[in-house]
């Protein structure tokens, strides 16, 4: 922190990052719920025979993995809520020298809602309908 | 007739996957009487109509998670009995001593696999 006139404004920033984690949050939440779906729908002895063969291949398998995910959706959850709740916090005017942290971002849509006040959040994933549509299309260029 | 084949047991979880696997896991040590409700409200509200033997709920969830759920179950003479595992994370020793001290029967920590599952359903019910 410098205090200088030539940093960035940290309410900004965590207040971007608070946008950014409930989008990851909710894109997480529609990737889990989209799983939890396809699970219902298979064979328990599918899953099974699937999590003995990621074993034998030294992986641990996707029951594992999925509650991995669970795990990671409440962390996205979890963090959203603490940095919104933190952000007002920030006193006005906390200025910081961001621009060695600036270069960690390599997503330019990111690095814009993080530095650039007003900015739309980055797009995880295109919603429901239009998803589907592409996915008939077999192939998604991001 | 085996204790899998008359067993009822409820799950209780808000999260999409993990009540999935649960379910899944259910499925593949024969036990077919399963219902399911997305936290602890949705499950007080399914165990009025319906009791089970078992409930098998996370902790985290919203509306109620699965101490309040476990407590209210207990405080209730008509549901007091049922038997109770509470699915838990890997650092939640705080969790699992309040969940004792409320009468929870066993925990089964995450990640699990069918077969922890199995051992720690039957050292609540018996051999299934």
Redesign the interface.
Known sequence: MTGRETGVDLAAIVHGLAKVLHGAHAAGREVEECYGDLIRDIPSSTLSEAGQAARKAGHPGPGASLQELDRLVQVLDNLARFVTALAPEIPAGLRVEAAPARDEILLRDLAACLFSPGAAEPAFRPAGAERAAEAEDGVHLF | MALRDSIRIMVVDD???????L???L??LGIRQVDYAADGREALTKLAANPVHLVISDY?MPQMDGLHLLKALRENRATSRIGFILVT?RADREIVETGQRLGMNNFLR?????QQMRACIQAVVGAL
Do not use: I, V
């Open positions: 999260m999409s996957t993990s009540r999935g696997l379910m899944q896991a499925d593949e985290n994370g995450k990640p699990f696999s069918t």
